[in-house]
């Protein structure tokens, strides 16, 4: 056997024999849409648009965000378009993560980077999960209408109430695309997710 064959050997063995549970422990998170309800009666045609429609997120860098806002004005990797009624299941490194909520009333304007400054708005880390090792958490979203949404209403935008579910149970909903007192306005907003062309 050669010296580099002799030197080769040992080392091989150490990386060989790292573990594998090690290198790859992973936990599961699922993202559940409920189908869309609504507490006032719709049209029959607008029912329908609802019933089909779905959510746009991403997760990167222990961040989800789920945005009302069209992603090309986003500077994030919204890769997931998960249709009402249905789920999606990701493997995740155990840690901490959050969920900012990008939210869009809509307003009338003359371009859409003048609808965004009005009426477009960020819920920044407006919930957290945790994933676990060999652990499921979830994250359900509720997309409704309810009857005391009155602007919401007239333009036909569910409320996506989210709660976020694990083994030991389930925590507080929270409705993450609504204006609220801790809402950051887009005009205002000059953080990481906003899009600018260079």
């Known amino acids: 056997m050669s010296k580099t064959m002799i030197w080769l050997v040992p080392l091989l063995a150490l990386v060989l024999g790292r573990p594998v549970a090690a290198q790859e422990a992973t936990g599961t998170l699922v993202v559940q849409v409920k189908p869309f309800t609504s507490e006032i009666e719709l049209k029959k045609k607008v029912q329908a648009q609802l019933e089909s429609g779905g959510l746009e997120w991403g997760l990167q860098d222990g961040l989800m965000v789920v945005t009302m806002v069209n992603k090309r004005f986003i500077d994030f990797n919204v890769n997931h378009m998960t249709r009402y009624g249905s789920e999606e299941t990701l493997q995740l490194p155990p ?46 979203i509720n997309p409704i209408i309810r009857k005391d949404m009155t602007f919401l209403i007239k333009w036909y ?5 989210t709660r976020v579910v694990t083994e030991d149970g389930a925590g507080e909903e929270v409705a993450i695309n609504l204006r609220s007192d801790q809402s950051l306005p887009w005009r205002d907003y000059s953080g990481p997710l906003k899009f600018t062309a260079k």
């Open 157 to 161: 935008v569910p409320a996506l109430m």
């Open 95 to 140: 840690g901490d993560y959050r969920i900012t909520g990008i939210g869009l009333e809509m307003v009338t304007a003359f371009s859409p980077e003048k609808m965004l400054d009005k009426g477009a708005f960020l819920n920044e880390d407006v919930l957290s999960f945790r994933i676990e090792e060999g652990k499921t958490t979830t994250v359900e």
